[in-house]
Each structure stands twice: as C-alpha cells, then as structure tokens.
C-alpha cells in the first residue's frame, strides 16, 4: 500500500506509530513535511510596506535566516519520523518541499498515485486561538476535500 | 464663514488623508503627504517663508528620527538582536511559556529604549527565526511581537517617535511624562501579555529540546561588545536628556555615530545595507504632513476642533481625557498615527493651558501609540494582521484576531485614560 504522511512541524514519529498500528508494517511510506512559506511572504510583505526601513530591491537581511530556520526545522521532524518508521519496520522516503501544504499535499498524492493520505485532523490550526470545540484545521480540511484518494486522519494532541 | 478658498483647502487636506490611507495604484504615503503639501503650498494656504521656518524648527524631529533607525540598524548589524532572542531561548529552558514571556520582555526592552519600529521590524523576523527552529508554533509570537511594540510605546519618550513630536511641541519632562504615563503604560503592558498567554495557551505550552537553539553567528564578537556598551550609554544619555529637557536628537545622533565609528573601527561597516536600512522615504512623508497640517491649522480648523472638544468635555475632565485617547485612537488607526498626531498637537495648542488641559497631551499620546494596534486598517505595524486574515480566509480564528484588537485596545484606552484622570 503506498501512503503519504504529511508531517507537520511536530508530531511526526506519533503520526507514524499510529499508522502502523492501524495498517501494518507492510507500508510504502512517502513521510512529506511542506514548509508554509505563506506566513514568511506575509512576513516579507509587512516588512517591505510603505514607509518602512526595508531595502525595496535585494534580499532583506534577515531572508536567508528565515530560509535556513525553515529547512533545518523541516528536515528534523522528518527525519524524526523516518526514524520511527523504521523502528516500526516500515519502509519509509523522506521529502521536504515548500508551498502550500494543503495544495502540496495533494498534488504529491496525484503524482505518486497514493492509496492513503494519513494527516493529524488539527493540521494548519496550530498558533490559532482554539476556541469552540476541536475541529479540522485548515490543512486537513483542503486535503479532505481535493484528495484523489481516501484520506485517515488522525485525531490527538500534536 | 465657508467660501470657495477654504472648501478647496479643506479637500485638499481630505483627499491627502485619503490617499494616504488607500494608497491607490501603489502611490505612496510619502508621496501623498508630499504632493498635499505642494497644492497647499500652491493654494497660498502656507506661505513658503512659513513652512521654510516651520520645518526648520522641527529640527529635533528630524535629527531624532534619523539618530533612531541608523542605531536600530547598526544594532541589528551588530548582532544584538539575534543575541537578545538567543539569551530568552536559553533562559526559557525549553518551556515554550517562558519563552512567550522572555520574547514578551526583550520586544518591551527593546520597545521603551530603541522604539516601537525596531521591536516590529527587527526583533520580529528574529523571533520568527527562532521560534521555528523550535519547531513551535510561529503566529503567537509574531504577534507578541507586533502588539507590545504599540503597547510599550509609551513606557518611555523615545519608545515612538510619536512622543517626541507631541513632547517637541508641548515641552514636558521625563518626571512629567512618567507621571501620567507610567502606570497606564504598566497596565497596558500587563494586559496585553495576560491576554495574549491566555488565548494561546495551548500552542506556548508546548516544550522544546534546547538542542535545536541555534547558536548565535555574531560577525564581529568585539564589535558587538562596543555596541552593547554603547547601547546602555545611549539609554542613560535618553533618559537624562529627557529629564533635563536636553534635545534628544543629539543623544541619537550621537549615539548612532558612535556605533557607525565602532562599526568601521572594526571593520564591520555595510555602508549600503545601513543606507539601505534607512527609511528616508519617512523625512518627506512627515515634511509634507507638517505643511499640510499647518494650512489646515491656518483655515481655523483646529481651533474649532479645539473648541469643540471643550464643549464635548463640559466641564468634565475625564469625559475630556476618554475623548481626546479614543478620538486620536480612531483616527490613528483609520489613516496613520503620524498625521493624527499633528492634528492633535495643532488642536491641543490652541486650548488654553489650564494643567487639566494640559494632560490632553498624554492623553494624545495614549491613543496614538494605541490607535494601530485597534484593528488591522491601521499603520504599519499591525499590517501583517490584514495580510494575514486575507491569506487564511475568515476561519473562526482569524475573527477572534481582529475582535482581539477591538475589544483589548478600547479596555487598554479607557484605563489608561483613568489612570491619568486620577493623576490631576
């Protein structure tokens, strides 16, 4: 069976030990972390505004620490969750990309021609106020509705 | 009486703020106030002798405003920033509350000494660096960061440029200043940080390993101890400027050519990225809004504002403080915080100076500082809110964002306007 974990920032090695829990070890895993660059454009974007001290053209100065802080951060919780695949006797990929998660996700499930998308249900709601009762965070909804397959996911504490 | 003459210049006046406010086909803010203060200057609304000696007696503003970003650039060349967050990642020991409340302080830190820019345009991306290398969730704190850099803003004069236009007009000490704005700026800060832990009380309370603290690359280790130093100096230097009323542009100024000296000495100048780092675009946006708002000042506008405002007060001083912090409040956050500040000084100069009058001034302070933080229309330092709500969609949670501002803010405006009223 060929399945695509999303790996959120945190997460990872709870997400896989669930799976395979649920399916066996006899998994093709793709374990996928996506790096947002939503808030970091949205970041870039206030810093440029009108008036203030940014250069208009050229990298902003701290551009490249924002980049290595998001692939670093990447990398670790993906190779956190290889490691548990592993242990699980799963036979696991690793892929780091960036862009939108939700569309991102479902886009690498068209092009592997995935069975499962397994991803946390509070995917893309963390750093928001949780008020009302637990919901699927925005990731999960997009992928819910766009996935060309069946989709798990998962409910628990990220 | 209304003719022609004063219709044109009450439009022009408008339509600047307008502009300013939209900024249609990407015209800039600059650019807007600049081409207002043309047409007034045109219209014969200020005559060029007048504006010439107007701006030159602005002076302190000026060299203030320069002083102050090239000492907030040359810091963040200097790697004081990054070394600020690194020290509040260790001290929080893993426990991502500590960490919200050590950021909560460095960004205050940073806020009452360097002002509210370097706190939103620096030490933000900084944190946002930081926090994701902590693989912990980035929202919360870069809108700690974003909010107490309005909070703070009135902790200490030079925490915005705002005071020093209000104070460069009225005059006032640091005894004076701490007297009326020190407890309400305590309140507010205590607020906005017991606010803030609450609605993201879930998210900061997640832990992280100490090991993914990336250690901080300071370019030069000498010259970042000279700038430490220097940086302390510069703070003793702003508050015994501020309380011996000692102009405060020389302490920037002075300061930012000593660190541009330190700089060079250790051969750590970038000459380009600190020209680079200069927001001049500012000295002509404020040049033509002083014009602007002296021809308005010249139609009798803001004496009858004025007027009006005393009559909307009676005789009672608080109701006068609530509508002097909530009126420039509003107006802070509908255009920008800069021009509702010179209206208020132009207003609040024509009242007569009786001492509850006098303390309409701190009351202007509150709501200018304040104003951004209401919703996400206001200045820039709350823009990220409005990228943010249209990047995500209205979810549930991006409106409890924008309701955080409309119903924190007012609270903090009205204590803090108490807290004044009981200092007359």
Same mark, same amino acid.
């Given at each position: 069976m060929?399945?695509?974990?999303?790996?959120?920032?945190?997460?990872?090695? @709870?997400?896989?030990? $669930?799976?395979? !829990?649920?399916? !066996?070890?006899? &998994? @093709?895993c793709l374990l996928l972390h996506v790096i947002d660059t939503g808030p970091r454009h949205d970041l870039e974007e206030y810093l440029r505004g009108p008036l203030h001290r940014r250069p208009d053209h050229g990298e902003p100065p701290h551009e490249a620490a924002l980049k290595a802080a998001e692939e670093t951060a990447g990398r670790a919780a993906v190779e956190e969750a290889v490691i548990a695949a592993q242990h699980a006797g799963m036979q696991a990929e690793a892929s780091v990309k960036?862009? $939108?998660?939700? @569309?991102?996700?479902?886009? &690498? %499930?068209?092009?592997?021609?995935? @069975?499962?998308i397994v991803i946390w249900a509070g995917?893309?709601?963390a750093g928001h106020p949780h008020?009302?009762? %637990?919901?699927?965070?925005? &990731?999960?909804?997009?992928?819910?509705?766009?996935?060309p397959c069946d989709v798990l996911l998962l409910r628990g504490p990220l | 009486m209304l003719n022609v003459h004063v219709i044109a210049g009450i439009s022009i006046f408008l339509v600047t703020l307008v502009v300013i406010m939209v900024r249609p086909s990407g015209v800039s803010e600059a650019a807007a106030a600049a081409g207002g203060?043309?047409?007034?200057?045109?219209?014969?609304?200020?005559?060029?002798?007048?504006?010439? #000696?107007?701006l030159l007696n602005n002076w302190n503003v000026y060299g203030f405003f320069l002083g102050m970003m090239a000492i907030s650039a040359l810091a963040d060349q200097a790697g004081i920033f990054d070394m600020l967050a690194y020290r509040a990642g260790k001290w929080a020991r893993g426990s991502g509350l500590r960490l919200?409340?050590?950021?909560?302080?460095?960004?205050?830190?940073?806020?009452?000494?360097? #002002?509210?820019?370097?706190?939103?345009?620096?030490?933000?991306? /900084? /944190?946002?660096? +930081?926090?994701t290398r902590l693989r912990l969730p980035v929202m919360p704190f870069v809108f700690a960061c974003t909010f107490i850099a309005d909070t703070a803003s009135f902790f200490l004069p030079v925490s915005n440029p705002i005071n020093i236009l209000v104070l460069d007009a009225f005059g006032g000490g640091l005894a004076t200043f701490l007297r009326y704005l020190l407890l309400p700026s305590l309140f507010c800060i205590g607020l906005n940080m017991a606010v803030f832990v609450w609605l993201f009380r879930r998210d900061i309370w997640a832990c992280y390993s100490l090991s993914d603290l990336p250690e901080v690359e300071l370019p030069n280790r000498q010259f970042f101890n000279f700038s430490s130093a220097t940086l302390v100096l510069i703070a003793i230097a702003y508050l015994t400027a501020a309380a011996t009323q000692f102009p405060i542009s020389f302490v920037a100024l002075g300061g930012s050519g000593l660190l541009f000296l330190g700089a060079a000495w250790y051969r750590c100048l970038d000459t380009t990225r600190l020209y680079r780092e200069i927001s001049w675009s500012l000295f002509l946006f404020i040049t033509g809004l002083f014009i602007v708002v002296r021809a308005v000042e010249n139609l009798?506008?803001?004496?009858a504002f004025g007027r009006e405002l005393l009559q909307l007060a009676g005789y009672s001083p608080l109701k006068a403080i609530l509508v002097t912090a909530g009126g420039t409040a509003l107006g802070a956050n509908l255009i920008n915080n800069v021009?509702?500040?010179?209206?208020?000084?132009?207003? +609040?100069?024509?009242?007569?100076? #009786?001492? #509850?009058?006098?303390?309409?001034?701190?009351?202007?302070?509150?709501?200018?500082?304040?104003?951004?933080?209401?919703?996400?229309?206001?200045?820039?330092?709350?823009?990220?809110?409005?990228?943010?709500?249209?990047?995500?969609?209205?979810?549930?949670?991006?409106?409890?964002?924008?309701?955080?501002?409309?119903?924190?803010?007012?609270?903090?405006?009205?204590?803090?306007?108490l807290l004044i009223w009981l200092k007359l």
């Open positions: 060929r399945v695509i974990c999303a790996i959120g920032q945190r997460g990872g090695p @709870e997400l896989v030990n $669930r799976l395979s !829990g649920i399916v !066996g070890d006899k &998994t @093709e960036e862009g $939108r998660p939700e @569309e991102i996700i479902v886009q &690498t %499930a068209k092009d592997a021609r995935a @069975e499962l995917e893309g709601a008020i009302g009762p %637990a919901s699927v965070g925005h &990731t999960a909804r997009f992928v819910i509705d766009h996935a | 203060a043309v047409l007034m200057l045109m219209g014969g609304y200020v005559r060029p002798a007048e504006a010439a #000696s107007l919200f409340l050590a950021l909560f302080a460095v960004g205050m830190t940073i806020t009452a000494f360097l #002002s509210n820019d370097a706190t939103a345009l620096i030490l933000t991306p /900084v /944190v946002y660096a +930081l926090v009798g506008l803001t004496a021009p509702m500040a010179l209206v208020m000084i132009s207003v +609040l100069g024509t009242i007569h100076a #009786s001492s #509850s009058n006098r303390v309409l001034i701190y009351a202007a302070i509150i709501g200018a500082d304040l104003g951004p933080n209401l919703t996400t229309v206001g200045s820039l330092a709350t823009m990220l809110w409005l990228l943010i709500l249209r990047r995500r969609g209205l979810e549930v949670s991006t409106r409890e964002y924008f309701k955080l501002g409309v119903t924190v803010v007012p609270a903090m405006i009205v204590i803090g306007s």
